[in-house]
């Protein structure tokens, strides 16, 4: 940021005087300088090849305009004639700075280059829910981001009509300007400001919103905002904030959840140079919600201080009632429960005599460890308490859930909290937990200075909120003809509502909406169940939340469903489908209360035929029915609906002899109704597909002892370049439909198709993850079926 923009008591944390010490001989040029250096070069070229301009989107993170024109919550007019548009959901790389800011800009008739984006305080009644999280950003707000610009349109051509003496009807803006038609006189909106602020809101019939036709940039291509700050080092992350006199905390916490300090001996820590104070941070009792785990806080001048000093500290600990977590065992246990009968989800005929009767019978069962979000960001927060006020600021993807969770955790009233929202380094779920926020308030008012917590990459692997390990177990009858009559479903898996409240036995039948019971396939006997499974770690949600597993499962369960109809893959999944129909799941068999995304089933129904023209699209575009492929290389499909959105893929895998899983060539067809930002909808598409590629392939945390057993990327295995797809062929159905999610929709479809086509290469199932060692010398092992489908 340049120094104009600057606010003077905030800096980055390349600027701080207390400036990281580094062991001798490091280099002492920071990352972020190097970000810059690389964007001096090829970063920044191909920012201005591409023709981006920079809205002045980092510039205005936190600091609104001086004594703007607020005409509504999200909209706010300089007599400078800049607009600013307050975006009140968090930015982490889904482009959601850009894309609602866009909508209301469009609908406002507004010049794109007179708009600037203010982050919003979290202020629930000011701005409703704030959390981003759920894909909801646009598919629960987007009637709410039209309506804004509309109003705020509307009221600028009445201030032009009553300065002219003119009839309202008689005039209209476009782009940033109002014009009367009949004498094509002209007044920018920047003129209309000081009418504005005087004059009524607009009456509610003259308030329309543009038809389809009239939008310039709603669903269609625009640059995101956040690009240039982003690539050339000056946007704002939760680690680059600091107060002057700041003091950084690194904290060791407890490895077992529950458990607590027995014993720390902190003199070789205080000697550390730049470490200044060591502070215990009290337990929080089980389950813990939100709140920090507890541990013990060194305080330092700097980072690397912070951290030498914690790794001297010498601590005992008493693992509390979770020391015996283990995760070979809890696999064992989580098979045994799915083989037990669970509570219904959706119950539809009579699957035990459509067993019984069936001409063939398929069992299979699947399983999925603990996977971490694993961010480039881990997390970090900047608290200030004085004079009795809190004020933070944090990569938290709820500002709301921050402010009322501080509160709660320091006993203060929540209208002295103020959480200021930084860019997010990924969030995936993650930073909708707050307990890293709490961390920083909790020991800034203990220090008497702000305070920023710095999480390390070991710290986010082994305290934090981690995605649910699961276990399916799936049962199908076939008629002689191949087709499915009996589907029988049981999962385990931890709920989230252990982090919560506790003695939780398990998931509820309503969790299974997510993915499970609420499929679109045509079987006339149908048993969707839960069984009992037990958390002993803090459950958390990851993006797309159960659907993950779920969608593992049953898209890897029809793929052998296929096989052993002796069909290709895609036509027996489109016969699996039948005919189309729409289907009000909540009058269908789904055990009350049946949730759909926090949606109506009436407005949002089960739709086959927007799931059948997916995988049609995906068939046609991935060259499916093409010839097949060799020996080593395979294509998978699969389909799955959540977050109201329909997303079908074909992946293309090469599997290397030392069981390397290549993915060359992915087709993704997506039918999220209205989408109001085409370029951010495919790089969604984009990153699921890689991030399902870590979780179906190298990503897991295991427990012994109670403790998380990987530390870092070199046990904890993500996606590498190698690895990655070379072409992620993306097809958006258009549709002015209600908008489904975008950002967690396309990871579930993702497990079951990789998986697929790694049986189609290899002839080897997968359906324990992950599978890396599971490939290891396959071309000399019996293959577990006849390779095919696509290739």
């Not at 959901?89 to 008739?109: F, H, L, N, W």
Request: glycine share 10%; with cysteine.
């Amino acid at each position: 940021m340049s120094a104009r923009h600057r606010l003077p008591w905030i800096t980055t944390h390349s600027e701080s005087a207390d400036i990281d010490e580094r062991p001798s001989g490091a280099i002492e040029t920071h990352r972020r300088e190097f970000v810059k250096l690389l964007g001096m070069g090829g970063l920044l070229l191909v920012a201005s090849t591409l023709g981006v301009r920079r809205l002045e989107a980092a510039d205005s993170l936190f600091a609104p305009n001086a004594e703007p024109w607020e005409p509504h919550a999200y909209v706010r007019l300089g007599d400078d004639g800049i607009i600013s548009i307050v975006c009140h959901r968090s930015e982490m790389g889904q482009g959601i700075r850009t894309t609602m800011p866009m909508i209301i800009a469009d609908e406002m008739e507004a010049d794109w280059a007179t708009c600037r984006v203010e982050q919003a305080l979290g202020d629930d009644k000011k701005y409703g829910n704030q959390n981003t999280d759920g894909s909801t950003s646009i598919r629960d707000f987007l009637p709410a981001y039209r309506e804004a610009g509309a109003t705020v349109r509307a009221l600028l051509e009445d201030a032009a009509a009553k300065e002219w003496g003119v009839a309202s009807s008689t005039v209209r803006a476009s782009n940033g300007v109002v014009v009367h038609t009949a004498s094509e006189r002209t007044k920018t909106y920047a003129a209309l400001v000081a009418t504005a602020r005087t004059i009524p809101m607009p009456a509610k019939e003259r308030v329309r919103i543009k038809l389809p036709s009239e939008r310039r940039w709603e669903g269609k291509q625009m640059t995101s905002i956040d690009l240039v700050p982003m690539t050339t080092g000056t946007a704002m992350y939760g680690a680059d904030m600091a107060l002057p006199g700041m003091k950084v905390a690194v904290i060791s916490r407890p490895p077992v959840w529950g458990g607590k300090v027995a014993t720390v001996d902190d003199s070789l820590a205080l000697k550390v140079p730049g470490v200044e104070r060591i502070v215990r941070i009290p337990e929080t009792p089980l389950p813990g919600a939100f709140f920090p785990l507890g541990g013990v806080a060194v305080i330092a001048k700097n980072t690397w201080a912070a951290i030498r000093g914690r790794d001297a500290l010498r601590i005992t600990w008493d693992g509390g009632p979770n020391a015996t977590y283990d995760s070979t065992a809890y696999k064992a246990s989580l098979f045994s429960s799915v083989r037990a009968p669970g509570k219904a989800g959706r119950a539809v005929g009579d699957v035990p005599k459509a067993l019984a009767g069936a001409a063939k019978r398929v069992t299979a069962e699947y399983y999925m460890p603990h996977l971490s979000h694993a961010q480039m960001e881990p997390v970090a927060a900047l608290a200030n308490v004085a004079n009795g006020k809190v004020e933070v600021w944090a990569p938290t993807q709820s500002p709301q859930d921050a402010r009322n969770t501080v509160a709660q955790y320091l006993k203060v009233d929540a209208a002295n909290v103020s959480v200021h929202v930084t860019l997010l380094g990924g969030g995936f779920g993650r930073k909708s937990k707050p307990d890293f926020i709490c961390e920083a308030a909790f020991l800034s008012r203990e220090v008497g200075a702000p305070v920023r917590v710095q999480w390390t990459r070991e710290d986010d692997l082994r305290n934090s909120y981690l995605h649910s390990v699961a276990a399916h177990r799936l049962e199908a009858g076939l008629d002689a003809s191949g087709k499915v009559t009996a589907w029988l479903h049981r999962s385990a898996y931890p709920a989230i509502g252990a982090t919560f409240a506790p003695n939780v036995p398990g998931a509820e039948p309503d969790e299974l909406t997510n993915g499970a019971s609420d499929i679109p396939f045509d079987i006339p006997n149908m048993s969707v169940e839960i069984c009992p499974a037990v958390a002993h770690t803090r459950i958390g949600w990851y993006r797309s939340v159960n659907a993950i597993h779920h969608g593992f499962a049953i898209g890897s369960f029809v793929d052998e469903l296929a096989y052993a109809a002796k069909k290709d893959p895609a036509d027996f999944l489109l016969g699996l489908l039948g005919p189309d129909r729409v289907v009000d799941l909540s009058k269908a068999g789904l055990v009350s209360p049946a949730s759909n995304y926090g949606a109506t089933w009436a407005d949002h129904p089960l739709d086959s035929g927007r799931a059948r023209h997916v995988v049609e699209l995906a068939v046609e575009k991935s060259g499916w029915r093409g010839a097949k492929l060799p020996r080593g290389k395979g294509r998978g499909i699969a389909i799955h609906r959540s977050f109201l959105t329909y997303v079908a893929m074909v992946v293309e895998v090469e599997v290397l002899p030392d069981g390397t899983v290549l993915v060359p060539r992915t087709t993704v067809a997506v039918d999220a109704g209205f989408i109001a930002n085409p370029d951010r909808a495919r790089a969604q598409m984009e990153g699921a597909l890689i991030m399902a590629m870590s979780n179906l392939l190298t990503s897991e945390v295991t427990f012994a002892a109670g403790k998380v057993a990987q530390s870092n990327f070199r046990d904890y295995g993500v996606t590498r370049m190698r690895t990655a797809p070379h072409v992620v062929d993306v097809h958006l159905v258009t549709s002015e439909g209600l908008p489904g999610g975008i950002g967690e929709p396309g990871v579930p479809p993702a497990g079951g198709a990789i998986a697929n086509a790694i049986f189609a290469a290899t002839g080897v199932r997968v359906r324990q993850l992950p599978v890396a060692r599971q490939l290891a010398g396959w071309p000399t092992r019996p293959a577990d079926g006849v390779r095919g489908g696509g290739g």
